[in-house]
């Protein structure tokens, strides 16, 4: 009986403790959504989730996303956006709050561009035959101004290939769609008139002065606003004395072509000092240290190569053409070019009464000049430079001339047809 009893009590106790787990489950879900509740509550209380910027706007700061002061909130490193391109960017603000520990807070920025294009047409778009094709939309135009980027597109079709004249529609849209329409008068034109050259006159200059072919050339077209020109100054040798022609070509973007010719006379630089009697008197005060009794042309020859290689030192100086000029600087200045120590050298083969002839490079982006010598044997070289390489070329033959030349850089490839035959 006593049995019986426990069994019925316990039996009773039962959903007793049942209710009080169910009980206990129902507070802490109270708590927890409680928790969940205000945790959502706090975190709405500090951010919008939504914020809108109109595209071009500067670069909003993280307090504009916050309802409140909160010094610690910051972007999130994978946080990026572009207020130039419209979109919905999903951006996370790092918060951390006194209760709740650090927070990662999810917020949604819209950059909406509802601006059109502001776009100026050109007052006339000109169209030349010779350009093919079409041009591009955007050619049309002066400016667009727009936050975000646009594109140009003709409104319908339009015939660029013959001449005419209509007016062209282009509409602008943003990345939005947002769009503007301007109209272009456009002419289509096929320039068949060369351009004018105008203030072409004969010129001069002296040696060593700068030689400006085109500061009182002026060019000029119907349609062109930048004609090219050039000038074509093959046939000057600024080394030498003499009248040159040149000729002016002027060409517009269509082709065409006009040319214009004049003349530059090159005049040489002359010093006053340098007399025929002064330097004769210089050089034979030289030649009567030099030369000995009993040598022989070749010896006198040599003897004169030698003083000019010891004593005029090489100086890259405007060339100086007039033979008395350069001989009176070789031996007054012992200083000059290959021009000088080459004319020198002349003076006094001339005083020795040693046959001698200039003889020039062709000319590339530099001259040179030296002489050829008979003493009875018929021509040889006589360059009185020593060359770059150290090398004396003193009564060479013409064979050993072109080895040393082609070797070197084309120092001496002279023009055949102008010379006597050379040993
Ligand atoms: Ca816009
Ligand atoms: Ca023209």
Redesign the pocket.
């Known amino acids: 009986m006593q049995k019986a009893k426990r069994k019925q009590r316990a039996r009773q106790r039962k959903p007793a403790k049942a209710s009080k787990i169910i009980l206990i489950i129902t507070v802490c879900a109270a708590a927890i959504a409680g928790g969940f509740f205000g945790f959502y509550k706090f975190e709405s209380g500090i951010v919008y989730k939504e914020v809108y910027l109109e595209a071009g706007s500067d670069m909003p700061d993280v307090s504009e996303f916050l309802k409140r002061d909160a010094k610690d909130a910051s972007f999130s490193k994978d946080s990026t956006f572009d207020t130039q391109v419209p979109g919905d960017y999903k951006l996370t603000i790092k918060y951390k709050a006194p209760l709740f520990g650090s927070l990662s807070l999810p917020v949604t920025l819209h950059v909406t561009d509802t601006t059109a294009p502001v776009v100026e047409a050109l007052p006339e778009y000109l169209f030349f035959t010779y350009q093919e094709g079409k041009p591009e939309a955007k050619d049309l135009l002066a400016s667009v101004t727009d936050a975000t980027k646009w594109t140009a597109a003709f409104s319908g079709s339009y015939d660029f290939s013959s001449v005419g004249e209509f007016n062209a529609e282009v509409t602008v849209t943003d990345a939005a769609g947002n769009n503007a329409t301007v109209s272009v008068p456009c002419k289509v034109i096929n320039?068949t008139?060369?351009?004018t050259i105008s203030g072409v006159e004969p010129l001069a200059v002296s040696q060593g002065d700068t030689i400006s072919y085109t500061a009182n050339v002026t060019v000029t077209?119907?349609?062109?606003k930048n004609p090219t020109l050039e000038v074509d100054t093959s046939a000057v040798n600024p080394d030498k004395r003499g009248i040159y022609n040149i000729t002016y070509i002027a060409t517009?973007a269509?082709g065409?072509k006009s040319e214009a010719s004049t003349t530059i006379q090159i005049k040489s630089m002359v010093i006053a000092a340098a007399t025929e009697s002064t330097v004769n008197k210089m050089a034979d005060d030289i030649l009567s240290e030099i030369i000995t009794p009993g040598m022989s042309q070749l010896d006198e020859a040599r003897a004169v190569f030698d003083w000019v290689v010891a004593n005029i030192t090489y100086s890259e100086t405007a060339g100086i053409d007039d033979l008395l000029s350069a001989a009176y600087k070789g031996m007054y200045n012992r200083v000059g070019d290959c021009t000088v120590k080459q004319k020198t050298a002349e003076v006094m083969l001339n005083r020795l009464g040693i046959k001698n002839m200039e003889i020039e490079k062709i000319r590339d982006t530099r001259g040179h000049y030296w002489l050829l010598i008979d003493v009875g044997e018929g021509w040889y070289h006589y360059d009185p430079n020593a060359q770059l390489d150290g090398s004396l070329i003193f009564y060479w033959h013409d064979e050993d001339l072109w080895n040393y030349s082609n070797t070197h850089g084309n120092t001496h490839n002279y023009d055949k047809s102008k010379y006597p035959t050379i040993q």
């Open positions: 320039d008139t060369a351009p077209d119907d349609y062109d517009d269509s065409n």
